[in-house]
């Protein structure tokens, strides 16, 4: 049987579309208002915004399978912080994270698999053992680096997606 429910993207273009009737124009500048960035996981289950009470403006927010900074979370993070003014960053990884259950190699193993072999596959999948320390290597990774200015006050937590709350991870 052909499945003729609409699909998601349809469906938020269509939302899109009413949200663009009402749209008054805004007054926000690009750097973030509370000049915060937040480095988190992509997990459906954390509403970054509303656990932090971040309205839209405020922070700029990077996600990615796992919380990680990978050179491309690098690279935003040194934007973020020498062109556009954020002052703060917070890492946010969480329990339960798909990334923690699995292996570079089992992962790439399956997809090989499934798909066949790929030329460009990701380098590094950057799946990880163990959280308070997974939290720990993110933010040393930032502290490093020396386009990441020294007075970016840098720290790490983890969020229980059973509870909401955070836990902050001592990261010296
Ligand atoms: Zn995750």
């Not at 009737?21 to 480095?39: C, D, K, N, Q, S």
């Not at 996600?63 to 690098?74: E, M, P």
């Not at 089992?106 to 380098?123: I, Q, S, V």
Request: with cysteine; net charge negative; aromatic share 4%.
């Amino acid at each position: 049987m052909p499945d003729t429910a609409p699909s998601t993207t349809d469906e938020v273009l269509a939302h899109n579309a009413r949200f663009a009737e009402t749209f008054a124009g805004e007054t926000l500048t690009a750097p973030p208002r509370r000049r915060l960035l937040v480095i988190a996981c992509m997990d459906a289950r954390i509403n970054i915004e509303r656990a932090l009470g971040l309205q839209y403006g405020d922070a700029h927010i990077l996600r990615n399978a796992g919380g990680t900074v990978t050179d491309d979370v690098l690279r935003s993070a040194i934007v973020s912080t020498n062109v556009l003014g954020t002052r703060e960053i917070m890492v946010i990884n969480h329990t339960g994270c798909g990334m923690m259950g699995c292996t570079d190699a089992g992962l790439r193993e399956d997809l090989a698999k499934k798909h066949g072999p790929a030329d460009n596959a990701p380098p590094d999948f950057h799946a990880f053992t163990e959280l308070d320390s997974h939290v720990r290597a993110q933010v040393d990774i930032l502290r490093a680096h020396p386009w990441v200015p020294a007075d970016t006050a840098l720290r790490g937590f983890t969020y229980d997606v059973e509870t909401g709350r955070l836990h902050e991870v001592d990261c010296g």
